[in-house]
């Protein structure tokens, strides 16, 4: 059986969020064992799963990501969104729109340490749009 459902997100800055308790939250009852896949409906911001417990991880992934990839460069041309637009568009290319988590015994199969996280890239982003399909 596969059920789906979307969720909509409110506006987070820009950064990296933990948002798996708000998943939980809207998540209809589990299946025993199955598969969870989550879908940003956007291509300013991304999901990935990483460190749950301390902060600083999410600080130093912006950081590093904004190295890598900062606004206001010179040489881009899609700009009429706004300086942190184009950049967004690249970091979401890089982290990708959807996760898939497994199911075991009526909960996600996280690891100790793992967190969901919205990957938000714009500085002024709205609410985010999520497409959950639970497969069992």
Same mark, same amino acid.
């Given at each position: #059986?596969?059920?789906? @459902?979307?969720?909509?997100?409110?506006? !987070?800055?820009?950064? !990296? +969020?933990?948002?798996?308790? $708000?998943?939980? =939250?809207? *998540?209809?009852? *589990?299946?025993? !064992?199955?598969?969870?896949? /989550?879908?940003? @409906? +956007?291509?300013?911001?991304?999901?990935?799963?990483? $460190?749950?417990?301390?902060?600083?991880?999410? =600080?130093? #992934?912006?950081?590093? !990501?904004? =190295? *890598?990839?900062?606004? %206001?460069?010179?040489?881009?041309?899609?700009?009429? $969104?706004?300086?942190?637009? #184009?950049?967004?568009?690249? =970091?979401a290319a890089v982290y990708g729109q959807s996760i898939s988590i497994p199911i075991r015994n009526y909960k996600?199969? *996280?690891?100790?340490?793992?967190?969901?996280?919205? &990957?938000?890239?714009? %500085?002024?982003?709205? %609410?985010? @749009?999520? &497409? /959950?399909?639970?497969?069992?």
């Amino acid at each position: #059986m596969t059920i789906q @459902k979307e969720i909509t997100l409110p506006p !987070f800055r820009k950064g !990296f +969020h933990l948002i798996t308790n $708000e998943i939980i =939250k809207q *998540l209809p009852e *589990l299946p025993e !064992f199955g598969l969870v896949h /989550i879908f940003i @409906k +956007h291509t300013s911001a991304g999901l990935t799963i990483n $460190e749950n417990a301390d902060s600083s991880v999410r =600080k130093d #992934m912006e950081y590093i !990501f904004n =190295k *890598l990839i900062p606004e %206001n460069d010179p040489e881009y041309t899609h700009i009429f $969104e706004g300086s942190d637009d #184009m950049p967004a568009h690249v =970091k979401a290319a890089v982290y990708g729109q959807s996760i898939s988590i497994p199911i075991r015994n009526y909960k996600l199969n *996280l690891g100790i340490w793992q967190g969901i996280y919205l &990957c938000e890239f714009r %500085n002024n982003a709205g %609410n985010r @749009k999520l &497409c /959950i399909t639970i497969i069992h």
